[in-house]
C-alpha cells in the first residue's frame, strides 16, 4: 500500500504508480529466457568485409561527412572507476602492510610506468615530504595507495574513468576523455570541421568534466582543426528501478522511503533518444589507445559507419519505392532478399503472406533505427556474444545477448554461447533518423522483456534488483543489425588497474 508519502516521493522521481507496479511484477514473474537459433559467426551473421569491400565503405563514409549529415559519438561516461581499484582498496583495507599477492605485486614493481606517477609522487612529497620510492623503501605502501584513492590525495578511488590519468605523452599525461575527443576529431568531424561529442555523467562528476573540456578542448581544437561542440547528460530519475524485498514487496530504506536504484547502462536508451543526430557512434570510455595505435581504431570505425550509411541508402530506396506504391512482386523479392542477407533477419511466415501484405511487413521491417555493430574474435575477454535470436514476433534477427539472457539448463544454448567466435566489444554506430529525416522514437523499439534480475544487499539486508534491456541488448531489440568483424587491436579496455600497464596503454 502506497502512501501519500510514497506517492510524492515517486512524482518527484518521475516515476508513475502504473510503472512502479509493472517492475513490482516484473520481480513476480521474473524475465523469460531468449530463444536463440544459434550464435552468430563469419558462416551465418557477422560480415567479414574483403579488401575492395572495406575500400568502398570507408569512401562510403567519407563521402557521407562531406554532406549535411549530423554525426555524434556518445560516450557513456558516468561509471565509477571503484571497481577499477577493488584490488588496491582491499589491500588498505586489509591486515598486510606489503604487497602481498601477484596483483598488489605488479603494480608496485611498476608503478613508475603508470600516467598518474608523477601527479602522485608530487602530492606525496607536497604533503607527506616523502617520494613514493622514500615510502616504498620503509615499507609504508599504504600511505601511496591511501593517497591514489582518497581525497587526500589523488581522490581515483571516487573518480569516474573519464578523468583518470590513462596514458603519458611529452606534454603530459592525457585521461580518456581527451582520448575520445581525438578520436572525435579523426573519424566523426563533417565537412564544416565540426566534431559533435556528447558524455553521459553522473550529476556529482558533471562539474570536472566540465572544468576539463574549457581546459584541454581548444588545445586539441588547435591541433586537429576542428571546432568541438561537447554535451553532456545525467542518466535519468525517471529510469531508476525499484528495489524489492524476497517476497517482492518494495525494499524501504531506514527512515521509510522506497529504495530506487539506478535502472543499468539500458536506461541510456532515453539520453541517446533526445539527441539530435542523424548517426550516432557509441564506444565505452575505457577502450582508448595512446595516438601512436589509434589508426586501426579510425580505420575500423570508419568502416563500420560505411557499412551503416551504405545499407541504410539501400533500405531507404526501397521505402521510398513502397510509399511510392509503384512495385511488382520482383520489386518485394529483392526487398526480401536485402532483409534476408544484408540485415539476416528471417520470418518463417513470409511465403504465406499476399504481396499486399508482404509490402506492410517489409515496409515495418526496413522503417527502423539501423546499427552496426564492431566484433572482435573471441580471446576469452568478458562481453555479450552475437547470436541470432528468435523475436516476439516470430522472426528471427541479429541480437547481442549477455550470459544472464541465456538459460543455462539448455545444455545446446550454453554450448552456443561458450562456443561463440566472437563477441561484443561495445562498439556501434547508429541511425536513428528516417528516409524523411525524422528522428525514429527509440523507446519504442525495446523488449521490456529482455530485463533481468540480480540479488543485492543494502545495510546487510537482502534485496532484489531490476536491471532495464541493456542499451546494446534488449534496449535496442527491434532494430535492425549488421554485424562487422574488427580488429581485435581495437578492443583494448582498462577494467582493473594494472591493465594500465599492458602494451597498448604505454
Same mark, same amino acid.
Given at each position: 500500500m502506497l502512501t501519500q508519502e510514497d506517492k510524492d516521493f515517486l512524482a518527484q522521481k518521475g516515476i508513475s504508480e502504473a510503472k512502479l507496479n509493472a517492475q513490482?511484477?516484473?520481480?513476480?514473474?521474473?524475465?523469460?529466457?531468449?530463444?536463440?537459433?544459434?550464435?552468430a559467426s563469419p558462416e551465418k551473421g557477422i560480415t567479414v568485409p574483403t579488401e575492395s569491400e572495406k575500400a568502398t565503405?570507408?569512401?562510403?563514409?567519407?563521402?557521407?561527412?562531406?554532406?549535411?549529415?549530423?554525426?555524434?559519438?556518445?560516450?557513456?561516461?558516468?561509471?565509477?572507476?571503484?571497481?577499477?581499484?577493488?584490488?588496491?582498496?582491499e589491500f588498505l583495507d586489509g591486515d598486510s602492510d606489503v604487497p602481498n599477492n601477484a596483483f598488489m605485486e605488479k603494480f608496485f614493481q611498476n608503478i613508475h610506468k603508470f600516467?598518474?606517477?608523477?601527479?602522485?609522487?608530487?602530492?606525496?612529497?607536497?604533503?607527506?615530504?616523502?617520494?613514493? /620510492?622514500?615510502?616504498?623503501?620503509?615499507g609504508k605502501y599504504k600511505t601511496v595507495i591511501d593517497y591514489l584513492l582518497n581525497t587526500k590525495g589523488l581522490g581515483y578511488g571516487k573518480l569516474p574513468k573519464g578523468l583518470l590519468s590513462f596514458h603519458?605523452?611529452?606534454?603530459?599525461?592525457?585521461?580518456?576523455?581527451?582520448?575520445?575527443?581525438?578520436?572525435?576529431?579523426?573519424?566523426?568531424?563533417?565537412?564544416?570541421?565540426?566534431?559533435?561529442?556528447?558524455?553521459?555523467?553522473?550529476?556529482?562528476?558533471?562539474?570536472?568534466?566540465?572544468?576539463?573540456?574549457?581546459?584541454?578542448?581548444?588545445?586539441?581544437?588547435?591541433?586537429?582543426?576542428?571546432?568541438?561542440?561537447?554535451?553532456?547528460?545525467?542518466?535519468?530519475?525517471?529510469? /531508476?528501478?525499484?528495489?524489492?524485498?524476497?517476497?517482492?514487496?518494495?525494499?524501504?530504506t531506514e527512515d521509510g522511503k522506497i529504495l530506487f536504484r539506478p535502472g543499468g547502462h539500458g536506461a541510456l536508451i532515453e539520453n541517446l533518444n533526445d539527441l539530435d543526430a542523424?548517426?550516432?557512434?557509441?564506444?565505452n570510455i575505457d577502450n582508448v589507445v595512446p595516438d601512436r595505435l589509434k589508426a586501426e581504431t579510425v580505420e575500423y570505425k570508419k568502416l563500420i559507419a560505411g557499412v551503416l550509411v551504405t545499407k541504410q541508402k539501400k533500405a531507404f530506396e526501397y521505402l521510398r519505392v513502397l510509399d511510392s506504391g509503384k512495385y511488382n512482386h520482383?520489386?518485394?523479392?529483392?526487398?526480401?532478399?536485402?532483409?534476408?542477407?544484408?540485415?539476416?533477419?528471417?520470418?518463417?511466415e513470409l511465403k504465406m503472406l499476399e504481396d499486399a501484405e508482404l509490402a506492410i511487413y517489409l515496409r515495418k521491417k526496413l522503417n527502423r533505427p539501423m546499427r552496426v555493430c564492431?566484433?572482435?574474435?573471441?580471446?576469452?575477454?568478458?562481453?555479450?556474444?552475437?547470436?541470432?535470436?528468435?523475436?516476439?514476433?516470430?522472426?528471427i534477427s541479429l541480437q547481442i545477448l549477455e550470459s544472464s539472457q541465456i538459460d543455462k539448463n539448455n545444455a545446446e544454448y550454453v554450448k552456443m554461447f561458450q562456443g561463440g567466435t566472437h563477441f561484443n566489444p561495445v562498439d556501434l554506430v547508429c541511425a536513428v533518423k528516417d528516409y524523411q529525416g525524422n528522428k525514429f522514437d527509440l523507446t519504442k523499439y525495446v523488449d521490456p522483456q529482455t530485463g533481468f534480475i540480480s540479488s543485492k544487499s543494502k545495510n546487510g539486508k537482502e534485496l532484489k534488483a531490476l536491471e532495464l534491456p541493456g542499451l546494446w541488448n534488449g534496449a535496442m531489440s527491434d532494430w535492425n543489425t549488421i554485424f562487422v568483424e574488427v580488429s581485435l587491436g581495437t578492443f583494448n579496455p582498462v577494467k582493473t588497474v594494472n591493465d594500465l600497464l599492458r602494451e597498448q596503454h604505454q
Open positions: 513490482l511484477n516484473d520481480f513476480k514473474t521474473g524475465f523469460p529466457f531468449l530463444k536463440l537459433a544459434g550464435a565503405y570507408l569512401a562510403a563514409w567519407d563521402a557521407y561527412l562531406q554532406g549535411d549529415g549530423r554525426v555524434l559519438k556518445f560516450v557513456p561516461a558516468s561509471g565509477a572507476a571503484s571497481r577499477m581499484f577493488k584490488d588496491l582498496f600516467a598518474f606517477y608523477k601527479e602522485l609522487d608530487a602530492a606525496l612529497i607536497d604533503r607527506e615530504g616523502k617520494s613514493i /620510492d622514500t615510502l616504498m623503501g620503509e603519458n605523452y611529452p606534454t603530459g599525461p592525457r585521461t580518456p576523455l581527451e582520448e575520445h575527443l581525438v578520436e572525435g576529431a579523426l573519424y566523426a568531424g563533417g565537412k564544416t570541421g565540426e566534431v559533435n561529442v556528447h558524455f553521459t555523467v553522473s550529476p556529482e562528476h558533471k562539474e570536472l568534466f566540465q572544468v576539463l573540456i574549457a581546459k584541454k578542448s581548444a588545445e586539441y581544437a588547435e591541433a586537429y582543426k576542428v571546432k568541438y561542440n561537447v554535451s553532456f547528460s545525467e542518466q535519468k530519475a525517471s529510469t /531508476d528501478t525499484v528495489a524489492a524485498n524476497p517476497d517482492n514487496t518494495p525494499f524501504r542523424d548517426i550516432i557512434y557509441i564506444k520482383t520489386d518485394l523479392e529483392e526487398m526480401i532478399h536485402f532483409l534476408h542477407d544484408d540485415l539476416c533477419l528471417r520470418n518463417p564492431g566484433m572482435v574474435k573471441n580471446v576469452g575477454e568478458p562481453g555479450g556474444g552475437p547470436f541470432l535470436a528468435y523475436n516476439p514476433d516470430g522472426t
